[in-house]
């Protein structure tokens, strides 16, 4: 993209704030443009609570997925070759939001859409633009648009009026205001009597715009694909003597069209506003009729009212082409977009949306696809169940410590025995003749928290102590005074200081010597140190174990605070010890159907018969 341009058809933007509308106008556009993805790479929604979240939007009569995170930096992280920004925020935290973006190393170009700034705030933000070679529109900006390419927000306003006004292909003409709703008539106005335009763009009415009307006329200047140039100024402010300026030195050479409207305010109260923050005229050179003048006489092609601004701009239009400046361009009937499903019943065009968003895997093609990565590649490479796992669950390609760390937990969790309750069930489920998913299941419904549930209170408790910067002693005053519970994942019946348990043993060892860092370990083993002062036997056990070096292992590979908390939501620790035990549980049930074992009776004598 040339440094003159902003957009093109590869363009790809961050929307700030969710605005369904405006994204789903953008993206209709992309699809009677004919581009080949959609304009829009993300969507920010601070108020969401998980990592991320999926907006569905319509392309042309089908859904796709947008993802939606909680801030800036995961966003741009997660997309860095989107680099435009369009921020819906209000104006209480525009400012803040546009700081953030213009620091950003990805974003090139930051769309202002709030009314309202203050104008220190606005200075500071062009300051900070200028500094870091970026670009701003707005405040107050409807946006703008490059036809055929890209479209800001709600820009030129319905898909009819994008049609009527040709915007859905490239023409010849660069146009650019302060105002957004006079954008769109003059998108139409320009379509009747031109080849359309190229690009338009609106600077926003504040006092102090982020990039000025003579910008973008610069940069149309550059832009060999434009031809003429089109522009509305206003009453108030001296903006448009800068144009004079340019004009005077031919920076501006191309034919340019202005009209400044405001031309009715002689006749109406001093002083008086006409809408934007800077349409109002303080002295006699920022009246309409003044800047109309000097324009004209620098040589722009400036009509004797707006009523003569449609003929001026044919005129002009007419005689480039006479020159052979402008070539004819090749049009195309623009793909439809199908009506919504209450419109459309009637005449039989509908699109019905999906019911389920499935991000992790995809069986339509020829080969299935965990997180995009072919089964045929994962059985070729003889790659792990841990790696398996990090696709299928955590929607990455794990390191091998990562896996093997998985893979190590699924075992030491695989049996314990066939006295514990999953088993136990299992086993009685099995002889009472019932097939394998019944007997199964029948154990896994045991898992909760008093079977299994201490590996994801381990993990929870535990995080929490750390994210509240807790000591070991207030985190084990804190359990026992405040939530009067006992520590998830600390004490064993059998095990003890004296009687150390194997399997958090070789976990430890594991984490010692394949993770970076461990803070949680290293925290339980504190807590340890004070829980077993009290009894040898309130030792950290392997559920506890289990869930703690689980999190160290989050830490290890970048999870952001946001992702940990939706592994924790979503009962991914849960998950592991289903997946581990259930090997044992099964192995319990072949046992049992290879014996042929009848129908199991509890013996009288394991049951105290009482009266009381």
């Known amino acids: 993209m040339k440094d003159y341009e902003l957009f093109d058809r590869n363009t790809q933007a961050i929307i700030y704030g969710y605005q369904s509308d405006a994204i789903q106008r953008m993206v209709d556009f992309d699809y009677v443009c004919r581009r080949q993805k959609p304009s829009v790479a993300a969507i920010i929604q601070p108020t969401q609570t998980s990592a991320i979240a999926y907006h569905k939007v319509f392309w042309g009569s089908t859904e796709i997925v947008i993802p939606i995170y909680k801030t800036i930096s995961i966003a741009v992280a997660k997309h860095p070759t989107a680099d435009v920004l369009i921020n819906f925020a209000s104006f209480r935290s525009a400012f803040e939001t546009s700081l ?6 990805t974003i090139r170009t930051i769309v202002i859409i709030a009314e309202g700034i203050p104008e220190k705030h606005s200075r500071l933000l062009i300051k900070v633009a200028e500094e870091n070679n970026k670009f701003i529109i707005g405040p107050a900006t409807v946006g703008g648009i490059v036809a055929g390419a890209f ?15 040709k915007l859905y292909r490239p023409g010849s003409v660069g146009f650019v205001s302060k105002s957004g709703g006079m954008s769109n008539e003059m998108y139409f106005m320009i379509a ?23 910008d973008h006329l610069i940069r149309f200047e550059k832009n060999p694909s434009i031809k003429m140039l089109v522009c509305l100024g206003e009453i108030g402010g001296t903006d448009e003597y800068a144009i004079v300026d340019a004009l005077s030195k031919e920076n501006i050479t191309k034919p340019l ?21 800077g349409a109002m005229a303080g002295s006699e050179n920022e009246t309409a009729e003044a800047k109309n003048r000097a324009l004209k006489d620098a040589g722009a092609i400036v009509p004797n009212s707006y009523n003569d601004f449609d003929k001026k701009i044919k005129e002009t239009f007419e005689n480039l082409k006479k020159q052979g400046i402008i070539q004819p361009i090749e049009d195309f009937e623009p793909p439809q977009i199908p009506i919504d499903f209450k419109d459309a019943v009637k005449q039989g065009l509908v699109r019905r949306p999906t019911d389920v968003v499935v991000t992790i895997s995809d069986d339509r093609g020829d080969i299935p696809t965990f997180s ?14 841990g790696y398996v796992i990090g696709l299928l669950w955590f929607k990455r390609k794990l390191p091998d410590f990562a896996q093997q760390f998985i893979e190590m937990v699924i075992k030491l969790t695989a049996d314990h025995g066939p006295a514990v309750s999953g088993a136990h069930n299992a086993i009685v489920t099995a002889r009472a003749g019932k097939d394998l998913m ?3 299941s029948s154990g896994i419904l045991t898992i909760g928290p008093r079977f299994g549930g201490a590996i994801s209170d381990a993990a929870r408790y535990f995080r929490e102590a750390l994210l509240k910067k807790m000591s070991p002693q207030e985190f084990v005053s804190y359990m026992k005074n405040v939530l009067k519970i006992n520590i998830p994942g600390i004490g064993h019946r059998i095990k003890s200081i004296e009687n150390p348990d194997v399997r958090v043993k070789l976990l430890k060892e594991f984490v010692f010597q394949n993770f970076k860092k461990h803070p949680y370990l290293d925290f339980a083993l504190e ?14 056990n392997v559920d506890g174990c289990i869930g703690i070096t689980f999190l160290d292992m989050l830490e290890n590979l ?55």
């Not at 479209?151 to 006004?165: D, H, R």
């Not at 807590?527 to 950290?540: C, D, G, P, S, Y």
């Open 558 to 612: 970048d999870f952001t605070a946001e992702e940990i908390e939706d592994v924790i939501y979503s009962e991914t620790l849960n998950g592991l010890f289903v997946l581990g035990r259930s090997i044992g549980m099964m192995g319990h049930i072949f046992d049992q159907k290879r014996q042929r074992a009848g129908l199991y009776r509890q013996p009288w004598d394991e049951i105290l018969f009482s009266d009381s």
């Open 151 to 165: 479209k800001i927000g709600n820009t030129a306003g319905t898909l009819e009026n994008i049609i009527l006004s």
């Open 438 to 440: 019944s007997s199964l």
């Open 372 to 385: 995009k990565v072919g089964l045929d590649e994962i059985i070729e490479k003889n790659k792990s169940i």
């Open 527 to 540: 807590v340890e140190k004070l829980t077993t002062t009290k009894r040898n036997n309130l030792i950290l």
């Open 100 to 105: 953030e973006a213009l620091h950003t190393k």
């Open 257 to 277: 069209v202005m009209w400044v409207t405001g031309t009715a305010a002689r006749i109406l109260p001093k002083g008086l506003q006409f809408g934007h923050a």
């Open 192 to 214: 009747q009597n031109t080849d359309g335009i190229r690009e338009g763009v609106a600077v926003g009415g504040d006092r102090y715009p982020g990039s000025t009307l003579l």
